[in-house]
């Protein structure tokens, strides 16, 4: 039920992403290629929320292929030679390797620009909504967020001593866990409601998925995975994993989706998509 249904989203919201893009011009297929493939997990997390919560799909969908447009365009820029120099992304070639580095820079700065198109279109709702959904995903990106949380890592390959545990948690907040929160509380937005409970399952869910990441990293395939694996070893960066142990990694990873489930109780068993949700997070194998 839960693959069925996160397919049926990331279906959804891939469909709104690319009607909104480019049809044709030199951004047209960089674009379309930056978006295919992919989870659809932060989608999903504002499709699912906003169903919950009495809002329906075809209302949550610009959102979502919102909050996707940023994730594509992080990976873009992240794959770069000045970021994390990757090859592969998705099981395919990166896009700077497909095309060429300015290519990759200006489909990044296009698909994170088309983000705010895309959450303030007036389907999906009244003018008070639109920019508060603008607002926070201005945050959750940018300095205060994702950004903020690549700069921490970037930073820290060049420190003169590993990260402690608690700076790691710190920067993944802001990297990997600011867009999934943001993802886990625009449905609450969208329907006008408390967003706190979502809030708090965001951010459990959010440090769950990055330690899946890092324990995937140790045991996951890369054909799988589908981008190099053994990255953050070789490079001695300090992970959950090396900190932890990947047995205790695996154990606080449980921990907090029980954590992200529990922030879920106001809503009863119509949380329970979200709820698998979680457990998916740190279940997959890719």
Known sequence: MFRARLAEDAALVRACLLDALPRSGPMADPMAYAVTGGKGLRGFLVIEGARMLGIEPDGACYPA?????????????????????????RGQPT????????TAILVGDALQSLAFELVTRAEVGPAEVRVTLARTLAEAAGARGMVLGQALDI?????????????????????????????????????????DPLRRYGEALGLAFQIADDV???EGDAGKVGKAVGKDAEAGKATFVSLLGLAA??????????????????????????????????????
């Open 65 to 89: 292929a919102a909050v996707e447009a940023i994730h594509a365009y992080s990976l873009v820029h992240d794959d770069l030679p000045a970021m994390d120099d990757d090859d592969l992304r």
């Open 95 to 102: 896009l700077h390797r497909k095309w060429d580095e300015a």
């Open 155 to 195: 930073a820290a390959e060049s420190a003169a001593e590993p990260l402690t545990l608690d700076e790691i948690i710190a920067l993944q907040a802001g990297k990997t866990g600011a867009l999934i929160r943001w993802s886990a509380t625009a449905g609450a937005f969208l329907a006008g409601e408390n967003p």
């Open 216 to 218: 995937l990293d140790v």
């Open 249 to 286: 990694a695996k154990t606080r990873a449980a921990e907090l989706v029980d954590e992200a489930c529990e922030a879920l109780v106001p809503y009863g068993s119509d949380a329970d998509t979200l709820r698998e949700a979680a457990r998916f997070v740190i279940a997959r194998d890719a």
